[in-house]
């Protein structure tokens, strides 16, 4: 079927009670596989690419291979910018034709975090594109992207003025996740999470869950998380897979031979995750 945008995704998920995973994809081969985990679960799909990965190819590249995989499909797919930087980059990839929208002010402060995420929310609207934004600051690092100084956590009378004042339609909360790998076992603020519920309607998002115990993950679900986004452990996956083949056979040349052992190990971590997110079945 045709990309489809976030809107009915969360309405649905917000209403079933669970979350869609959105799954970073940095080749063919991960599109190709997170696709096939869907369509055996039958579960609803983000792809989703961060702005070092959109410079590594381009976007136009990465949403051709996801158009495609989403039409060869059967279940719903949208096409997410992941911490659109800037509003420029926002545009082009509303322009591009990316489904889903997120832009990252998280590192200005309160009023210049509302304003440009007020612009692109208003770029987005007549096209009926969803915006996601994101207040607090996810820690670690990831790509290019780095958590900030001071208190990172999500302030929810903030949170509650920051939806009204730019009209998003998802946020991003920062609740104690961080991006890339974590040094221990990471711990959730879910005290705080209930409080954001408690002044937010809208969908919440969970940024860094790649290493997060699946309990945590899925008690954030329930407390109002819509989407949980995947992307460490998705090139862990693919990497080990590719690099076992390699151990295994060093001499072989054909890409297609150990790309095909990176993309079972991505199906298989895919499947894992939408079964955390409680997404298998709603397609």
Known sequence: MPLVTTEKMFADAQAGHYAVGAFNVENMEMVMAVVRAAEELRAPVIMQTTPSTVKYAGLDYYLAMVRVAAERATVPVAMHLDHGESFDLAMQALRTGYTSIMIDGSHESFEDNIAVTRRVVDACAPSHISVEAELGKVGGKEDDLEGGDGNPFTDPQQAKEFVER????????????AHGLYKGTPKLEFDLLREIRKVVSIPLVLHGASGVPDDAVRQAIELGICKVNFATELRIAYSDGVKAYLQQDPNVFDPKKYGKAGIA???????AKIAVCGSAGKA
């Open 265 to 271: 190990n991505v199906v298989e971590t895919v499947k």
């Open 166 to 177: 730019t009209g998003v339609n998802s946020l991003a909360v920062a609740i104690g996740t």
